[in-house]
Nanobody, 121 residues
Framework: QVRLMESGGGSVQTGGSLRLSCTGP???????MGWFRQASGKEREAVATIRDDGTATYSDSVQDRFTISRDNAKETLYLRMNSLTPEDSATYYC????????????????WGHGTQVSVSS
């Protein structure tokens, strides 16, 4: 069982920035890694995914504002979030163990417990 741990969440005002981190035990940085979020009353949605070669994909709502990155040597996944808006408020989860299908990472197996991000207007 891979246990992932997110950190870096918090409360910011509109336009602010945060950087989320996700760490895990040795071997938790799999080929496909990702960040997801779930707002209150809504379904969980993919925010960004990244392959081991650095290829990243983003949801339309965060494109050009968020940046996903990974440091395999440190077993750490990052999500840099800029120009935050209240619509970005959610619990953010990192995930690993995804499989590559059609060039996209999906079907993630391992999840963290989440870190809360709140953006006030």
């Amino acid at each position: 069982q891979v246990r992932l741990m997110e950190s870096g969440g918090g409360s910011v005002q509109t336009g602010g920035s945060l950087r989320l981190s996700c760490t895990g035990p040795y071997g938790s940085m799999t080929y496909c890694m990702g960040w997801f979020r779930q707002a209150s009353g809504k379904e969980r949605e993919a925010v960004a995914t990244i392959r081991d070669d650095g290829t990243a994909t983003y949801s339309d709502s965060v494109q050009d504002r968020f940046t996903i990155s990974r440091d395999n040597a440190k077993e750490t996944l990052y999500l840099r979030m800029n120009s935050l808006t209240p619509e970005d408020s959610a619990t953010y989860y990192c995930a690993s163990g995804g499989s590559l299908r059609g060039g996209l990472c999906e079907n993630f197996v391992y999840w963290g417990h989440g870190t809360q991000v709140s953006v006030s207007s």
